[in-house]
């Protein structure tokens, strides 16, 4: 108990027993203040279901109907978005990072793109490519693309002038230093641009989803109010973050494995 | 013509009437005013001066990374246009490759040389031993002090083998205790296998018990203000006694006069 106060100085350390139990404790709290207003009746269950109603409705989903489908598809749209994004945004980002005449020509351009609001462009996009899968994909590009090269030029630009110049006098030359040493060094900041950007392209494909799509988790939310079914609505956000949640612990544990030497 | 290519190669290296004017909003600095320096063969020359006389300054020119606004830089009759591998560099900051273990941030500018792995294995495993670093080989750098850091940085260096060593201030960010220490091992280092070693500093002990001779420069803007030739009352090989002598403490007093002198010309100018 002794640990778990002195992590109450600022900055303190903790035990990663005690980060579980205050974690869950969270969690518990939220579910407690959850059902306190619902299954007293404080608020209609129309607008918030109680906690049960939604489990039970989660159980009803993951085992029968198309739910799965749903969340397959939805992840889908996501990681072919992000990736074709990450792909072309990593080498632009680089070279926007590293050279100035390349940081002059795009920067701006890409500054002024990234706030063109990407939801705005579904009617867009639908009226240019259809409302398959190449349109989902197109509008979370548009929305994580521009960010992308922007913190990834960033992340390029946090590596020390020294140990680039340090490496010139080793023998390297201007056109290796920027894989040799630029991009191993910014690397384990790239990966968190890259966590932080994929986490926004949850929004966009959501969105993308909730207009002109016939299948995903946003599909399936926007026909659950049709129907007045908040509880599987909540279902369908709940899943978000859960998936979200995963994905980030999933990115944590790369980071450990892959950029133990960072810190 | 045979002649005088070998001559070339026993030129040293020549600092030939180098200026530097850095151009700020407020107008012209005047950084460094027609500094002219000859440094020989496998000679330690310690660059010693108050903060800002433009000592880094010309070590980063000699180094290439910054460019003259007047004069050149000729080591061993090439004249230096940029950074190379013939001119190894160490900075304060260690400057090491955290995602490489220390084994290969030695090994790095040999790779750059194409050199054959086991060549390269080798000529590290030699570095590593000289700097006493042996089983640390397949560390990373966040897990080593800064001492040890400092140690890897100069065996990458040396490893690459420069015809001239450059040290910025190599010292400067390490502990008292540490810092005797380092300076010993490059002391021992460079008496075992001689070799060019140009080191700013602003430690006046440090400056005199390492170099063959002190090169004082003078406040803004930069000269050499006076050379001392430690070297003749000073005898190879030195250790750490040295700095007790009679001799020793001549060098300090004359060294610490001029440098206080241009402390006061700048204190007296603002």
């Not at chain 2, 170099?211 to 001392?228: F, Q």
Request: with cysteine; glycine share 8%.
């Amino acid at each position: 108990m002794g640990s778990l106060i002195d992590a109450f100085t600022p900055k303190g350390k903790m035990k990663s027993t005690y980060v579980v139990v205050i974690a869950a404790i969270a969690f518990a709290i939220i579910l407690l203040l959850w059902s306190a207003f619902t299954l007293t009746g404080a608020v209609d269950q129309f607008f918030l279901p109680p906690p049960t109603d939604v489990i039970k409705t989660a159980i009803s989903l993951f085992t029968q109907g198309d739910f799965i489908k749903d969340i397959g598809i939805t992840v889908f749209r996501v990681m072919a978005g992000f990736i074709i994004a990450a792909a072309v945004a990593l080498p632009l980002g680089l070279m926007i990072g590293t050279y100035a005449p390349m940081s002059a020509f795009l920067e701006y351009v890409v500054s002024f793109v990234r706030y063109l609001p990407a939801s705005a462009f579904i009617p867009l996009f639908i009226l240019w490519i259809g409302i398959d899968e190449p349109e989902k994909i197109a509008v979370i590009i548009l929305g994580s693309f521009p960010q992308l090269i922007l913190m990834i030029a960033t992340n390029v630009r946090n590596v020390p002038m020294s140990m680039i110049e340090v490496s010139y006098t080793l023998g390297t030359s201007k056109a290796d230093v920027l894989w040799k040493v630029i991009l191993p060094k910014a690397l384990p900041d790239i990966m968190d641009t890259f966590r932080t950007v994929l986490g926004w392209a949850w929004t966009y494909v959501i969105v993308a989803e909730l207009v002109g799509a016939s299948s995903g988790i946003g599909f399936m939310i926007i026909q659950s109010q049709r129907m007045m079914n908040t509880a599987n609505i909540f279902v369908g956000i709940l899943s978000i973050g859960f998936i979200g949640m995963i994905i980030d612990v999933l990115f944590k544990l790369c980071h450990k494995k892959f950029f133990f030497w960072n810190n | 013509m045979q002649i005088r290519d070998i001559e070339n190669t026993n030129l040293g290296l020549e600092v030939e009437n180098v200026t530097k004017i850095y151009n700020i909003k407020k107008g012209n600095v005047l950084a460094l005013d027609n500094v002219s320096l000859h440094v020989h063969p496998n000679e330690f020359l310690s660059l010693l001066g108050t903060s800002g006389c433009g000592k880094s300054t010309l070590l980063r020119i000699i180094c290439g990374l910054e460019k003259t606004t007047e004069g050149r830089i000729v080591n061993q009759g090439k004249v230096i246009t940029g950074p190379g591998a013939d001119r190894g560099m160490v900075f304060q900051a260690y400057n090491l490759f955290p995602w490489m273990t220390i084994s290969e941030n030695i090994q790095f500018g040999l790779k750059q040389k194409k050199a054959s792995s086991k060549e390269a294995r080798e000529i590290a495993e030699h570095y590593t031993n000289l700097v006493g670093l042996n089983g640390f080989e397949t560390q990373y750098p966040n897990s080593l002090s800064g001492g040890m850091r400092q140690r890897v940085a100069i065996a990458r260096a040396l490893a690459n083998d420069p015809s001239v060593l450059l040290l910025d201030e190599p010292f400067g960010a390490l502990d008292m205790q540490t810092r005797g220490v380092m300076q010993e091992l490059l002391l021992n280092i460079w008496q075992k296998s001689p070799k060019t070693i140009i080191m700013v500093t602003h430690d006046v002990d440090e400056a005199i018990f390492l170099a063959d001779r002190v090169a004082i420069m003078s406040a803004r803007p930069g000269k050499i203000k006076e050379i001392l030739d430690v070297k003749k009352g000073l005898p190879r090989p030195r250790n750490y006694h040295v700095k007790t002598s009679q001799e020793f403490i001549k060098y300090k007093e004359r060294a610490t006069d001029i440098i206080r002198e241009e402390s006061m010309k700048l204190l007296n100018s603002v």
